[in-house]
Structure formats: C-alpha cells, structure tokens
C-alpha cells in the first residue's frame, strides 16, 4: 500500500547549519507530495507542496523537490533560526482514495540551538 | 484565514466514560477529519466527513464514532473510553478540490 518513511529524530542543529530530513514514499500512480510544520503547542500548518515530478515546492527558505526516480521528497533549508524549531510531517495524498485522503509521515522533530 | 477550533486543549477522563470532541470551523469547508497523533506513529485517520451527515472510515476507527449536523462542526465520539485511547487528537478541514488540510490546535486527552 502507499506510504511514507521520513527519518527519525530528533534532530539538533546549531543557528545558521544546513538542514536535511529524508522523507521517502511509496504510492501507485501519481501523488501529490507535502510537507507540513507543526510548532509546540499548535495544529499542523502547510508548508510546501509539489504536484508532480520535478516540482520544487519552496515557502520561508524551506524547499524540497519531488524526485520521481528515487521516490523522495527531502525538505532542506540552508540557515535554520531557533525559531524552526518545530515537529515536520511529510505527507503524500493517496491518488487512490479521491480528495480526501493523507497519508503523513511519523514527523521528526527538529531542535535548533542558539 | 481559516480557523478551526477545538471545544478542549486538554481533557481528562475515566475508563468507561462517553467522551465529545468538538471541532468547528469557519469557512465553509465541506471536509472535515479527525486523527490521532501518537509518537513514532505520526498521525492516522480516525473518519472523515465530505458532507453533513455524511463520513466515511478511516483507518482506525474501532472504538470511534462521529457525527456531522452541521457544515461548520464535526464532532469525534469515544462510546466507552480506554486507556489505549489516551492520545493527541487533531481536527482539519479542507476544501474539495483543494489540497491542503487546515488543522486545530489538538486536544490533549488522557483516560485514566
């Protein structure tokens, strides 16, 4: 079935280091890839998304670009602030189940330290 | 902006007891859902509901029950809660032909 693996946490990083979180999928036909952001103590927000292969979804410096071949969509930033510091979901919606449906990733947690 | 709005951040309650989870929202949005977050397993769909009155199950909907009377409210039942129920519980919305899912804030809820 479809699914999404995205690497476990947490991650520690300093102020200003390049940020990488895997994320990898598996789907049948051809889904539609995002990232979401949820910060302590609130609901998930979107990110960035990409629709189709070699789509660049990008939103607050953040980017990940849909790679169809290696079927990932890893989100990179390349000077993280204290203030991204959240929980990051990778979510894939199901081309198999209408509109309605996400499938999202365990999260990983990111800890930026001044 | 959209919001969307949970009746509790944090509940607590006994083994047994029939527990309401309330959620609205105030644009018009004709799908609402419910999920779990549980740590190491992200979140999981409970139900979903694409119209008033209507829903339909998600992938874990033992020991859940929904209702839907109206556009703006969706609402999560817990007939006779379980400490394997104890969990942070998220609602979203979205609108049909859109792809992003607007979230609340979540409630916290703890059986005893």
């Known amino acids: 079935g479809n699914s999404v693996t995205q690497m476990e946490g947490p991650v520690t990083l300093s102020e200003e280091a390049f940020l990488t979180i895997n994320c990898t999928y598996t789907?049948?036909?051809?889904?539609?890839l995002f990232w979401y952001v949820q910060y302590p103590g609130e609901g998930l927000q979107l990110l960035l998304k990409a629709t189709k292969a070699d789509d660049k979804g990008s939103n607050k410096g953040f980017e990940a670009t849909y790679r169809k071949e290696t079927t990932s969509f890893h989100l990179e930033k390349g000077s993280v602030q204290v203030s991204d510091s959240a929980v990051y979901f990778c979510?894939?919606?199901?081309?198999?189940?209408?509109?309605?449906?996400?499938?999202f990733g365990t999260g990983t947690r990111l800890k930026v330290l001044a | 902006d959209v919001k969307v709005t949970q009746s509790s951040r944090y509940l607590v309650k006994r083994t047994g007891e029939k527990v309401f989870l309330e959620c609205v929202q105030d644009m018009d949005h004709e799908n609402m859902f419910w999920y779990r977050q549980d740590p190491g397993l992200g979140l999981r769909l409970i139900y979903f509901?694409?119209?008033?009155?209507?829903?339909e199950k998600g992938d874990i909907p033992e020991g859940y029950s929904v209702s839907r009377e109206k556009k703006e409210r969706f609402s999560l039942i817990l007939e006779s809660a379980s400490t394997n129920q104890t969990s942070m519980y998220l609602c979203a919305s979205s609108l049909t032909g859109r792809y992003e899912q607007f979230f609340g804030p979540g409630t916290r809820l703890t059986v005893l």
């Open positions: 509901s694409y119209d008033v009155k209507m829903k």
């Open positions: 979510a894939l919606r199901d081309p198999t189940s209408g509109t309605y449906k996400y499938i």
């Open positions: 789907a049948t036909g051809y889904p539609s």
